[in-house]
């Protein structure tokens, strides 16, 4: 009698743990759903939809989906070939404070980035929102017969701020790389497969002295919109991205 009431306790005990494990990954699984649903895509692999050129109406014909990923379909030219011209945003919405993660690569020698805070009607993209480079820092230089600063490659806040080489993970062209930009009034982070390479704080006396000594210098746009839309450069070369995704802050 007394072995079968101890038996039936265990049970009991074995039972009541299952339930609590079983409420806990529940619980865990609906966070992170939760957490899931924060992001806005802003292409998922199925649509271009959101998207056209900067300061125009309609996506350019370069920019094609292709296999799930967005593409920049075109022949690749050497930088003093560059004619550009194909610049594109995602004019759905504005965003102010934001973290942004996309994924990406390029051929050899490919040069692109991405820039948020844009407006239209006065100027180029560059001149008015803020650029994380992207770039084939392994062979750029060697195609092109060119020596770039650190403030020119990948992960770079363009002309502003350098990233950190001790962290930084260069892929060969070709491979895919991940990268995230978080933006607050407070703190910017500039993110590469998964290691920061750069913070900063926008508008500050810092983040002013190092544009009246850069070659943004003499573009009064330049960085002063508090939210705006993103935008993917073309430099000509064929680009590809994926998993383009943002929260807002």
């Not at 020596?147 to 770079?156: C, M, N, P, R, S």
């Not at 919109?225 to 995704?245: A, E």
């Amino acid at each position: 009698m007394i072995k079968n009431a101890t038996l039936l306790i265990l049970v009991l005990l074995v039972t009541v743990s299952c339930k609590t494990n079983n409420k806990e990954t529940t619980q865990e699984i609906s966070e992170k759903t939760n957490k899931d649903s924060d992001w806005i895509y802003l292409f998922d692999g199925t649509s271009t939809k959101g998207w056209r050129a900067f300061n125009g109406d309609k996506l350019p014909e370069k920019w094609v989906i292709d296999n799930g990923v967005l593409t920049f379909d075109t022949e690749k030219r050497l930088e003093d070939e560059h004619q550009g011209g194909s610049d594109i945003i995602y004019a759905a919405e504005e965003f102010q404070n934001f973290e942004l993660y996309l994924e990406w690569k390029l051929p050899e020698g490919g040069n692109s980035g991405v820039l948020y805070h844009l407006k239209e009607g006065m100027g180029s993209m560059p001149e008015i929102g803020p650029e994380y480079q992207l770039l084939d820092d392994l062979k750029w230089e060697e195609i092109n017969d060119a020596k770039l600063q650190e403030w020119q490659k990948t992960g770079a806040d363009y002309a502003m701020y350098v990233p950190d080489n001790s962290k930084k993970i260069v892929k060969p062209a070709g491979e895919w790389n991940t990268t995230r930009i978080v933006f607050t009034p407070n703190n910017v982070e500039h993110w590469l497969n998964g290691k920061k390479l750069l913070s900063f704080v926008p508008w500050s006396d810092d983040w002013h002295e190092r544009k009246s000594k850069s070659k943004w210098k003499n573009a009064p746009n330049y960085g002063k919109f508090k939210s705006g839309y993103i935008g993917l450069q073309d430099h000509d070369s064929p680009l590809w991205f994926r998993n383009i995704k943002i929260k807002k802050l």
